[in-house]
């Protein structure tokens, strides 16, 4: 597939918006650099993992972790006398960090096992870090920092002090009244590292010491006193020995690594495909995409697109609905111009680029795709001056590409098939070359204004006929999809909407021969037939619904009146025993009396078996209840009752108590319990009664160091944000929103954020840190590394 093909399908467009959800460098750049693939076991793994990782990120706090560019640094690990920047062992740092979070959450018996079990299997190829974090985390603080190790302690206080005694004797100069009337400022300056006075020119005698520099005025001298030359020189000497402790400590440490050069290594290569498929599932989730299923030819299946949106139209974009039986390899769409043929051919061309790159695609979850071997395309106007090619030869030339190169695995794509030249003669060269193409098996999506086209559409039964639905109302298309029935190009209709006299479109009526309109006439009456079909078939569909309903409400109230019969016969029972009981006393008594009197062995045996009748048949009657009483609960469990936002229900063995937050798709709801929202399945739900009150409100509590915290928040669909702006607002807003989201977290099992505060002033920033600091559900905060943000930027772990 070449470029130019990706480029006009959009598909390189995609892709870096895409890559532009990756955590590392490598991850992105992969993404720029990959093309679809036809290996259907490899594109099923890939949308495997990004489907998990999409699960793993609505519903879990596990994430993967950024690292900066590491495949520069794992280069000079192994080579002779080479060292590590300290940038590039912060890197390799981070990468660690990443690696080791995962392998901790996917560690021997986790849940995500279960759940995850295509990055579970990814995961276990990867090699633990911990020995490499360790020895890197003995230079490098959590922020890139070199820490103070006990090789490099002694030389920075020696600096310190060194600094200390130059600032104090340069504010000997500038503070003494001696030499007030001799200096233009009353700060030392810098110049070429060294701290230097602003000497006035007429007084340069009278301070000795090393002029640096002259302003461009001659007006003032830069001089160093002699006091301060010997202590700087001092203080470049022990900064020059600082660099080569810290340059020592860092060679030692790229030895040490060296031996881990090949994990390292072998680990990069499934962590950027990781980060390919998590980018994969952020874009997906923005985007409200799902995976379509890969199409089985052999088992009836085709290519089958349902609410299909091209996500460049965004907001725009009317969902279409391409579903295709099984014998049909070419779809032929017709209808008026800018009704949407070639966006539709485009949109159904980039999904099945995207689907064999393993990414998700805008449309519902039921979609089925083919994967193709290649695709070839001929798009658009692409005559040339220079090479002396018409619109016609242009299309031509493509064409002729394809016929060359096309195979029964390869998807054919031809926007105006036949046009540019006579229509009798194009419409003679397009159905040739379909008919080329059906004998080779190949799929193809082509759309035409070609009356001849369209006929043979209706004659081949690999073929079938589409139309872009025009309102004959408003004059205008609704970018709808009609399978089964061609559309009119309605040329006469849109030229009148476009502004041509009324007397020019009379004559160009006049102009249309009797045939032409008896075809134009037939096709509007098959579309008009075909909307009628569509009106009847939602009529009844809706009273099939309707009825459901009814059939529903009578079985719950058979269940409910069945459900208080065996209360009754609960209550009856209830009262058997009673009366047994009370029997059983008074019979034990008269045995007793018995005793005392004229009574046999015999007697006493016989009444006491006539107890035990008794009481079988009443556990008997018991048993059977029961029985009948589970079997109704049962059938009440599979009716699908409905819930509202803020009932309170119960579930499971343990009765677990929950409130409905959400409604979600096919009788699913998603339940808070506590902290957590969970996805349940409504028939195993049971409503509590309370009186009608409802919970709209979710509390989390918490408590440190003996003081009670609470945060109310309204249960709607509210969402923490993966990174949290606040540059900009004011002290106040921006705590609150800060509060609010770290709030959001605690309730969605959230645990990876960023804030961007800027720099400034440092008000937001301490601001943040302050609030940070107090919040006692936050385990941990630091500044972004300095090509991410730097201490404009604040990265928080939740617990």
Request: aromatic content about 8%.
């Amino acid at each position: 597939m070449n470029e130019k093909l990706l480029d006009q399908l959009d598909y390189n467009r995609i892709k870096n918006e895409i890559a532009s959800f990756c955590v590392s460098a490598e991850g992105k750049t992969k993404i720029e650099e990959m093309k679809p693939l036809s290996d259907a076991v490899l594109i099923e793994k890939n949308k495997a993992i990004s489907s998990e990782w999409a699960y793993l990120i609505k519903y879990s706090s596990v994430r993967l972790l950024s690292w900066n560019e590491v495949r520069k640094p794992f280069g000079i690990l192994g080579i002779d006398n080479a060292c590590l920047s300290t940038e590039e062992a912060f890197s390799i740092y981070q990468f660690c960090l990443s690696v080791n979070a995962l392998t901790e959450h996917f560690g021997c018996g986790s849940d995500y096992e279960k759940t995850c079990p295509t990055i579970s299997g990814e995961i276990q190829k990867l090699y633990a870090l911990n020995e490499v974090q360790d020895k890197i985390s003995r230079l490098i603080d959590a922020n890139g920092e070199i820490r103070e190790v006990s090789e490099i302690r002694e030389i920075k206080n020696t600096i310190r002090k060194k600094k200390n005694e130059i600032e104090k004797t340069m504010k000997n100069y500038t503070s003494s009244p001696e030499f007030q009337d001799y200096l233009q400022s009353s700060l030392p300056v810098l110049r070429s590292g060294r701290q230097v006075l602003a000497v006035k020119a007429n007084y340069k005698g009278r301070i000795k010491g090393i002029v640096h520099e002259v302003s461009q005025s001659g007006n003032t001298f830069y001089i160093e006193p002699e006091t301060v030359v010997q202590i700087s020189n001092e203080l470049f000497e022990e900064e020059a020995r600082l660099l080569r402790q810290i340059k020592l400590m860092f060679a030692d440490l790229t030895c040490e690594l060296s031996s881990f050069k090949d994990k390292l290594i072998s680990n990069l290569y499934f962590m950027e495909n990781l980060d390919v498929c998590y980018a994969g599932a952020l874009w997906g989730i923005q985007n409200k995409c799902s995976y379509a299923k890969n199409c089985n030819f052999d088992a009836g299946e085709n290519l089958s697109l349902l609410k299909a949106r091209h996500p460049l139209l965004a907001e725009k974009a009317v969902p279409i609905d391409v579903s295709l039986s099984k014998d049909v390899r070419v779809l032929i769409i017709s209808g008026a111009n800018t009704g949407g043929k070639t966006v539709t051919l485009k949109t159904i061309a980039l999904f099945s680029l995207l689907n064999q790159s393993g990414f998700p695609i805008p449309c519902v979850q039921e979609s089925i795709l083919p994967i193709f071997s290649d695709v070839f395309a001929d798009i658009g106007d692409e005559q040339s001056l220079d090479e002396s090619l018409s619109t016609f030869s242009a299309h031509m030339k493509n064409v002729a590409y394809a016929l060359e190169n096309a195979d029964e695995n390869s998807l054919v794509l031809l926007d105006e098939l036949g046009s540019g030249t006579d229509p009798l003669e194009g419409g003679a060269v397009a159905m040739a070359v379909l008919d080329e193409l059906i004998d080779r098996g190949c799929f193809v999506i082509l759309t035409t204004h070609h009356g001849a086209i369209k006929n043979y559409g209706y004659t081949h039964k690999n073929c079938l006929n589409a139309s872009v639905e025009f309102s004959e109302e408003t004059l205008c298309p609704t970018y709808k999809i009609v399978l089964g029935v061609p559309g009119s190009s309605h040329a006469i209709e849109i030229a009148n909407r476009s502004g041509i006299s009324s007397a020019v479109i009379e004559k160009a009526k006049s102009y249309i021969n009797t045939n032409q309109a008896d075809v134009a006439t037939l096709i509007q009456g098959l579309t008009e037939k075909y909307g009628e079909v569509s009106r009847l078939e939602n009529e009844l569909k809706a009273k099939e619904e309707e009825i459901n309903e009814k059939w529903r409400k009578v079985d719950l109230k058979k269940l409910q009146v069945k459900q208080h019969e065996l209360e009754l016969r609960k209550d009856g029972w209830r009262e058997s025993k009673s009366f047994l009981d009370e029997s059983r006393k008074m019979l034990e008594n008269l045995v007793r009396e018995l005793k005392e009197g004229e009574i046999n062995r015999e007697k006493t045996i016989k009444m006491k078996q006539t107890l035990e009748k008794i009481e079988n048949a009443i556990n008997l009657e018991k048993k059977d209840i029961e029985k009948e009483s589970e079997s109704i609960a049962e059938k009440s469990v599979e009716k699908n009752v409905e819930f509202e936002v803020g009932d309170k229900v119960k579930f499971g063995e343990k009765r677990t108590s929950g409130i409905i937050v959400k409604k979600e798709k096919k009788g699913f709801y998603q339940v808070q319990v506590g902290s957590m929202k969970i996805s349940m399945d409504g028939r195993k739900l049971e409503k509590v009664f309370d009186g009608g009150k409802k919970e709209n409100n979710v509390t989390v509590e918490f408590e440190k160091e003996n003081t009670k915290f609470f945060s109310s928040l309204s249960s709607s669909d509210e969402k923490p944000v993966f990174e949290l702006r606040i540059l900009g607002m004011r002290y106040e807003q921006a705590v609150k929103a800060l509060e609010k989201q770290l709030d959001l977290c605690c309730i969605n099992n959230f645990r990876y954020f960023s804030i961007i505060h800027g720099k400034g002033d440092g008000i937001l920033q301490k601001a943040v840190w302050d609030c940070l600091s107090k919040y006692p559900f936050v385990e941990s905060y630091n500044f972004a590394a300095p090509e991410d943000g730097g201490s404009g930027k604040t990265y928080v772990t939740m617990r």
